[in-house]
């Protein structure tokens, strides 16, 4: 059964730092393209940040270029999948989603993710 599991968001001051975890499970998650996404309140799912199979590739919306750094963990059976948020904004508000796409590439297209968590909550105060 694959899971995605997020943690790690909560409630911080503007200009503070929150490190979001995924941890996937139930495929070889080694070899696939895995993304960050973000729903704010009454908007449309957007992209954040991915990075290719084998970490080779980043790719960042230009809202958080400087600020976000998505990383892996290629664990034996659990991928580990992470996004250190820098100098956060009121802006970054939002449900933050991790999803697996099963192909190696990294693309910024919600479409092409197979695989969702339920998402972890940021709330960024000014």
């Known amino acids: 059964q694959v899971q995605l599991e997020e943690s790690g968001g909560g409630l911080v001051q503007a200009g503070g730092s929150l490190r979001l975890s995924c941890a996937a499970s139930?495929?070889?998650?080694?070899?696939?393209?895995m993304g960050w996404f973000r729903q704010a309140p009454v908007k449309e799912l957007a992209f954040v940040a991915s990075?290719?199979?084998?970490?080779?590739?980043?790719?960042?919306a230009d809202s958080v270029k400087g600020r976000f750094l998505i990383s892996r963990d290629n664990a034996k059976n659990t991928l580990y999948l992470y996004l250190q948020m820098n100098t956060l904004k009121p802006g970054d508000t939002a449900v933050y989603y991790c999803?697996?796409?099963?192909?190696?590439?990294?693309?910024?297209?919600?479409?092409?993710?197979?695989?969702w968590g339920q998402g972890t909550e940021v709330t960024v105060s000014s």
């Open positions: 139930g495929r070889t998650f080694s070899s696939y393209g």
């Open positions: 990075i290719s199979g084998r970490g080779l590739s980043r790719y960042y």
């Open positions: 999803a697996a796409r099963s192909a190696p590439i990294a693309t910024i297209d919600a479409l092409s993710y197979d695989f």
